[in-house]
């Protein structure tokens, strides 16, 4: 690797832009192929299909739906385990009698029925992006119908994108002012955006929190069963489980769905065979509770101390939110069948026998659910609770594993690996936040202790996304389903009125135990806000020390340099222009590539791109330059790997934006007034089917790009690499130009120099940024830059690394940025 170090100090700019707008005036028009919009239109109709007529797709929304019961429901469905002692621990020690038992099963039934089933199941599971769901999901959404996003590099070619404007189009004829204000005011998007990380934060705080409370719980019953074995003993066994269930994670969701699938099935129709045995024989009057009546009278009868017990309560519907933030691993019908006709009715039979149960044996609270199975079939009924309890982490440590791809890809949490475990898109594995969440979830298991408390940060965490799922899902009504302010406010008011009550009891309990939640969301709140503000002020210091065209172009076609054999791929975020980077490599080494290409990955605010969508191409300066520029578009959930044939797909993709030129002369950058030239979609389907370039290939043993490279000191490189890693294969292609007498001369020059500038290698060149705030800053924004983001970005992975570069083709420009 050559790093040419360089120190820069950024001049003062007296007029920079005022936002990421400016530079997208200065290039982008979209020209498609003929045909394809037409394409488009009817991929999109295939993709609705199916939530129209789900019946059409019965099969797959029944294998769906099996499979979200051993990844989405396991949390929901083992909360019987833990409710009623929840709910009667502390100040309702004094209230234990069958009427207030009964009023907390009426809580409990309506709450189960209020928000999972009304809420999420029949209203927000309908706000689905492209299919995928979760809080930024909701955020995706709104940025796309109205302009409150933050990414720094979006493009009006972006708007072009099949799966940008999913589900409701048109604008907008009310709440035209709110809509104004929001877009106008940065802000109002700022704080926006800080709530939409808080409730990811929280989701995460889950992740440490469920898989404790779950398996504690579940083995509290081997201590009831087995009086000699001690508590310490139970938490060795915890910890244990723990730490099985996070080393299972590697092997993906699909797997895990399947092997947990069962468990969980087994599990729920226990628990509803025990409540109706309970409910039976034990007081079959509670089903009377099912009227809202009970409540007013829990209510009366203990008073505040009932209004605090709520915190209890709320655990009833802990693990709701995975299942809108694990949407995109399954689908929104499967989901809803699974819950309305498996999930629900189980759980309000079993709370209901255990309420039945209790109201006669008041003295069995502390062990509730453990005390309520017949002793015929306790021991069994343990190991399924077990197993289940195990099962019921499972949907919020996927969940976790989403929110950070989505933060990630939203400029908003630290670069880290991403496993795509299976072809579904959704499905993945991220190995550093799976071995964190494992250290800190033993960390609360051992240093808590007790569910009581680990129960109060639980339920804090859930009920704060609920409230802040609420707010969002208010705004897709106003700005996405474009219905009247006067039904969204409804839906705004009834729902935080109910979750209000239970966020206010929860908070309460802040000093016992839910500080935790509050420590995690806030450290990781913290830890976004700050790669996104370092990420923006990066972002914004390439935009205003762009190398100006015009003066490049003055050169000449040599650039005033050398020009070399071989591609030169320039990463940047930027989508125009010359980034500086550029500039600071010729002023030290006055060397570049007969062929020069932009290259530009950045992610959209959609979840998935199509492949026929993904590559943007264009030219920078007049045909003899042999400049050009390729944007790479990844959705928020794609995976940006890297299967060997980048660099084949480029120059495919260039020869085809080249005859596509030579035929559309609009591309032209001739006519250009900013030099840089107009983009066009390159699909890989043309790529596929009608090449113009000759493409043959064979398999052979190398470790980068510079196979075919001329340099003596490139190929000893590379026999040492191969004599150490022998059983790399890559497969090689190469290109030749057919026989065509009718193509244009200049045309078929320019796609030799494409061809033989391939064979001779292809150099990666990126900065390797060294962000500092000036020295006039304040305090604050120099420990948020040079202390939180230096250290997060010295501990990441790189760059280079995220998108597959090979390192022995990389060449690193350092540079200084004063931000």
Not at 611 to 637: A, H
Request: hydrophobic share 45%; net charge positive.
């Amino acid at each position: 690797m050559y790093e040419v170090g360089i120190n820069h100090v950024e001049d003062s700019l007296e007029h920079p832009p005022s936002s990421a707008a400016a530079e997208c005036q200065e290039s982008i028009d979209t020209v498609r192929k003929e045909g394809q919009s037409g394409q488009t239109q009817q991929e999109r109709r295939k993709r609705k299909l199916p939530s129209k007529f789900p019946l059409l797709n019965i099969s797959r929304n029944l294998v769906l739906a099996y499979q979200s019961l051993g990844v989405v429901y396991g949390d929901l469905s083992t909360s019987p385990l833990y409710v009623y002692r929840s709910i009667f621990d502390g100040k309702l020690q004094d209230y234990q009698t069958p009427e207030a038992i009964f009023g907390s099963f009426s809580l409990i039934f309506w709450t189960i029925t209020l928000i999972p089933l009304l809420k999420y199941v029949f209203i927000v599971l309908c706000a689905d992006d492209n299919g995928e769901g979760g809080s930024f999901a909701l955020y995706s959404l709104l940025c796309r119908h109205a302009k409150f996003s933050l990414l720094p590099n979006q493009q009006a070619a972006d708007e072009e994108l099949s799966a940008y404007r999913y589900g409701y189009s048109g604008q907008s004829t009310s709440c035209l002012q709110l809509k104004r204000f929001l877009e106008k005011h940065k802000k109002s998007r700022t704080v926006l955006l800080i709530i939409v990380l808080l409730g990811a934060c929280m989701v995460i705080g889950d992740g440490v929190l469920t898989p404790a409370m779950s398996v504690i719980s579940s083995m509290s019953g081997i201590k009831a069963a087995a009086e000699h074995l001690s508590h310490d003993g139970v938490l060795f066994l915890s910890c244990i489980i723990l730490v099985g269930l996070f080393a299972l994670q590697h092997s993906g969701t699909h797997r895990v769905g399947f092997l947990f699938a069962p468990i969980v099935i087994i599990w729920l129709i226990s628990i509803m065979v025990i409540g109706l045995y309970n409910t039976v024989v034990w007081n079959p009057k509670v089903v009377a509770a099912l009227s809202p009546y009970y409540i007013v009278k829990f209510f009366r009868e203990t008073g505040k101390d009932g209004w605090i017990s709520l915190g209890g309560v709320l655990l009833s519907v802990a693990g709701t939110e995975a299942m809108y933030a694990d949407l995109g691993h399954f689908s929104a019908f499967s989901m809803r069948i699974t819950f309305a006709f498996v999930v629900y009715p189980c759980l309000v039979i079993q709370y209901m026998g255990q309420a039945a149960f209790l109201s006669k044996n008041i003295d069995s609270l502390p062990n509730n659910f453990y005390s309520s199975i017949p002793d015929r079939v306790y021991w069994p009924v343990f190991v399924i609770a077990t197993l289940a309890a195990i099962v019921g982490s499972q949907s919020i440590i996927t969940a976790t594993f989403s929110i950070v791809k989505q933060c990630n890809a939203l400029g908003c949490f630290p670069r880290v690996k991403i496993v795509h475990t299976s072809k579904h898109k959704g499905q993945i594995y991220v190995p550093e936040i799976n071995w964190i969440l494992m250290i800190l979830t033993l960390v609360v298991a051992i240093g808590f202790q007790d569910t009581t408390l680990i129960g109060n940060a639980y339920g804090l965490a859930c009920m704060t996304v609920m409230f802040i799922t609420t707010f969002l899902m208010t705004l897709v009504i106003i700005f996405v389903w474009q219905r009247n302010i006067v039904l969204a406010t409804s839906f705004l008011l009834f729902f935080w009125f109910i979750e209000g009550f239970y966020l206010s009891s929860a908070v309460i309990k802040a000093p016992q135990g839910g500080w935790v939640s509050l420590l995690f969301s806030l450290v990781l709140l913290a830890i976004m806000l700050v790669w996104h503000y370092g990420t923006r002020k990066k972002y914004k210091y390439d935009l205003h020390n762009k190398v100006p065209l015009k003066w490049l172009l003055g050169l000449g076609p040599s650039l005033g340099i050398v020009r070399v054999p071989g591609i030169g791929l320039i990463y940047s975020e930027l989508v125009t222009g010359v980034p500086p980077i550029f500039s600071h490599f010729v002023t030290n080494l006055p060397a570049f590539h007969n062929v020069l290409v932009f290259v530009c990955v950045k992610s959209v605010p959609v979840p998935h791109v199509s492949s026929d969508e993904r590559f943007l191409i264009g030219r920078v300066g007049p045909r003899p330059y042999r400049m050009y520029r390729c944007i790479v578009r990844y959705g928020y959930k794609d995976a940006q790997q890297d299967d060997g044939n980048f660099e084949d797909l480029l120059i495919q993709s260039l020869a085809e934006f080249i005859q596509m030129e030579a035929v559309e002369p609009q591309l032209s950058s001739s006519e250009s007034p900013s030099l840089d030239g107009r983009m066009a979609v390159i699909s890989m389907r043309i790529l596929h089917s009608s090449s113009p370039l000759i493409i043959s290939d064979e398999d052979f043993v190398t470790c980068s790009s510079i196979q075919s490279s001329k340099s003596q000191t490139l190929q000893s490189l590379r026999s040492s690499y191969e004599d150490e890693n022998p059983e790399v294969r890559r497969r090689r292609v190469r290109f030749n130009l057919p026989e065509n007498p009718g193509i244009d001369p200049e045309v078929r020059d320019e796609l030799l120099d494409l061809v033989q500038a391939k064979e001779a290698g292809v150099a990666y060149i990126m900065g390797h940024s060294y962000v500092k705030a000036r020295r006039s800053s304040s305090f604050w924004k120099k420990l948020a830059v040079d202390v939180g983001y230096t250290f997060l970005r010295k501990n990441c992975r790189g760059t280079a690394v995220a998108l597959n570069i090979p390192h022995i083709s990389l060449i690193e420009v350092g540079m200084i940025y004063h931000v």
